[in-house]
């Protein structure tokens, strides 16, 4: 009889590749996946535990499974990831549904986590977070076309607001010729944009070989046949260096788009945020980056009421981004996590900071739009994702759009999902592009 099981996959891209490797473990060990919880024989959640809200998800997420187990519709419920790593303790006491609970150092143990539900056993498993980037297998659950490419584990800044390095350990690069293998793999199986992710993509490389690589290994992606994209998420500020920034410019295949998180621009924020560097220094690298990178489009992550965040330096950010117009940007209400620095400080309360996140989205919007703007009149090369019924267009992405957290385009033609077309944009919409395929080559 066909054991079956359902993955629930919630957080960050980084933990996506988690799920998908939990999934080729499961596969080749005979277990069918299948959509929906209900019915399944044990359903596996992988969580977050990163922030109020992430965590208040997982815990959602596991009691809705847990009343399908107690109506007889659910056999078992296997718990991974970042809620059951923080809360290792106690999850299992606090959720006494769960049959199995797996840290974040043990991923590869999912099969004998499985095989022990399917007998009634209960299973707890917690590696160390800070061995060596286990190398296994995964069945892509992106695209079409784009796949995340995961390069590190781990964290070594240890910025006061944040529980990363505790939850997923210290900071391991992955082996080169490791990572460049699985983007081979990849390109081999049609994937032509690779998202090059890491709690932190500069550090690449200083673990294992003592300096940093990310600007070797970009350029050793970029020889890979197929390989069309490369997008970089997570650099900090701080670690940029002259080769770096000159590799970004000159390398066609890496699009001209860089996810810098910042958080505050505020001098003594960022001090007491353990964030390296100025404001001063920030802007800076800003500047150096889009003298040196033309048609460069910005993203960051920006938190609202940090510790020491008065009504001056709200207004300092506010003037910062008046001043940087940063095209792409998320932004956050401060929440204080447990067991770190910051949550012991003093800081604004949630209204307060809410409020705050709230206008710099309301100003964030009015630059997005004018960037949006710009692409009316031009043709762009687009990754085309799929059909939509409900407006008959197709559906993709430009380079300036990263998935999940940018817009879209919608557009009229026939190109097959997963392959690259150019567009002729004719109207912006809330985040949004429309237009119709043309032959024409890209303006921008």
């Keep these: 009889m066909e054991k079956t099981f359902a993955l629930i996959s919630l957080g960050c891209a980084k933990n996506l590749v988690n799920s998908e490797q939990m999934l080729y473990l499961l596969s080749e060990a005979g277990y069918a996946l299948v959509p929906e919880a209900e019915g399944a024989d044990f359903a596996v959640v992988n969580t977050c535990g990163f922030i109020d809200a992430a965590k208040s998800e997982a815990i959602d997420t ?18 991974t990831g970042c809620l059951s790593e923080r809360y290792q303790d106690s999850i299992q006491d606090e959720l006494p549904e769960i049959d199995a609970v797996l840290g974040v150092g043990s991923f590869g143990e999912i099969v004998k986590a499985a ?20 190398e296994i297998p995964r069945v892509v659950s992106t695209g079409p076309s784009w796949a995340y490419l995961r390069i590190a584990e781990g964290c070594d800044n240890f910025c006061a ?11 391991r690069s992955r082996a080169m010729e490791s990572v460049l293998e699985e983007a081979r793999d990849l390109a081999a199986h049609g994937v032509k944009e690779l ?5 932190d993509i500069t550090r690449y490389g200083t673990d294992l070989y003592g300096k940093r690589s990310l600007a070797s290994l970009c350029r050793e992606l970029a020889r890979i046949e197929g390989v069309e994209w490369i997008r970089l998420h997570y650099l900090y500020p701080d670690q940029f260096d002259d080769e770096l920034i000159d590799e970004i410019a000159s ?8 996810d810098i998180p910042i958080q505050h621009i505020n001098d003594g924020i960022l001090k007491a945020m353990h964030r390296r560097g100025t404001g001063a220094e920030i802007r800076q690298l800003f500047a150096t980056l889009r003298q040196r990178i033309p048609g460069l489009v910005l993203r960051t992550s920006l938190i609202t009421g940090l510790p020491g965040e008065g009504e001056a330096e709200f207004e300092e950010l506010c003037a910062f981004l008046k001043e940087a117009r940063i095209e792409r940007a998320g932004v956050f209400p401060f929440s204080p996590e447990e067991g770190t620095p910051a949550a012991k400080m ?12 709230d206008l710099v989205m309301q100003l964030q919007a009015q630059i997005m739009d004018e960037f949006c703007e710009s692409f009316v009149g031009k043709t762009i090369r687009v990754l085309c994702q799929s059909y939509d019924e409900e407006s008959g267009l197709l559906v993709g992405r430009s380079w300036a759009d990263s998935p999940d957290i940018d817009g879209l385009v ?26 119709t395929q043309t032959e024409g080559s890209a303006s921008c």
């Design 62 to 79: 596991i009691l809705e499974l847990a009343e399908l187990k107690k109506a007889g519709k659910l056999g078992a419920i296997i718990v």
């Design 410 to 435: 919608f557009f009229e033609g026939d190109c097959p999902a997963g392959e690259m077309c150019q567009v002729l944009i004719d109207e912006a919409d809330d985040g949004y592009l429309y237009g």
């Design 161 to 171: 607001f944040c529980a990363i390095p505790y939850i997923r350990g210290r900071y």
């Design 195 to 199: 998202i090059v992710i890491a709690q």
């Design 251 to 258: 390398n066609e295949k890496i699009v001209k788009y860089l």
């Design 346 to 357: 003093d800081y604004p309360d949630a209204a307060v900071a809410q409020k705050r996140a």
């Design 115 to 134: 095989d022990a539900v399917m007998e009634g056993r209960v299973l707890r498993a917690f590696a160390s977070n800070s061995a060596p980037v286990d």
